[in-house]
């Protein structure tokens, strides 16, 4: 429109002006008619406000992932190789992926396939799952059983959670000790082990990673340097996986 380019020289002029001389050196009228002139202008071109929303998103992503990033390089023992956490596909893979998740997460279900088409594509990477129990709890009932799960028979881990996660239903204590009992483990050795083991120290380091790397949703994976929330998909997640070989990061 031929408008635009005369508001924005005004704007200009208007920021130019400001620049040159502070607000209290504005008397009164001055600043009434600046201040009728933007508003004016953004009630005409209220899509503007758009872009300022979308600037601010844009900024404050960028902030989170300058932060992450520190976090990462912080904490990457405790995250790539925790004692609290099962290893799937190649235990020697030379890309690890880190998946947050919660059993009840709609989302984790259906990255589910995700995880099992990318280890089946690829047979060098090594995938590392975090529980997250952060929906109530019948999710944090759940993890208990999968944690006694882990610690009584870990080669059988990948196919509990498979069966769990990709289950119908909200996951609980009763239906993970259904899973276990279909793979081999009886109620009695779950309810003995959850008695005997705590499952208090895996959630919160798991919470506190979380909570340092600002994640506020399942599924989040932790890939190289890098943070990635919510279900991507599978080409996101491979894309990620070669550019890491290519280059060392994500992103190349």
Known sequence: ??????????????????????AAALDDAQKKEFGEFIKQYLIENPEIMLDVQDALQKK???????KANAVISDNKSTIFDSKYDITI???????????FFD????????????MQTMLEKDKNVRFVLKEFPILGPESVAAHKVSDA???????????????????DGRADEASAIEVAETLGV???Q??????????DASVKETYQLAQSLGITGTPSYVIGNELVQGAVGFDDLETKVKNMRACGKTSC
């Open 1 to 22: 429109m031929a408008i635009l380019p005369k508001i924005f020289t005004a704007l200009a002029l208007t920021a130019s002006v400001a620049a040159a001389y502070p």
């Open 60 to 66: 404050q992503e960028q902030a989170r992932l300058v």
């Open 89 to 99: 596909g190649n235990p020697k893979g030379d890309i690890t992926i880190v998946e």
């Open 103 to 114: 059993y009840n997460c709609g989302y984790c279900r259906h990255a589910l396939s995700d």
């Open 149 to 167: 799960f882990r610690k009584l028979a870990p080669q059988k881990y990948s196919a509990f959670h498979i069966a769990l996660l990709g289950s």
């Open 186 to 188: 009886s109620e009695k």
């Open 190 to 199: 779950i309810r003995d082990e959850m008695a005997k083991s705590s499952s």
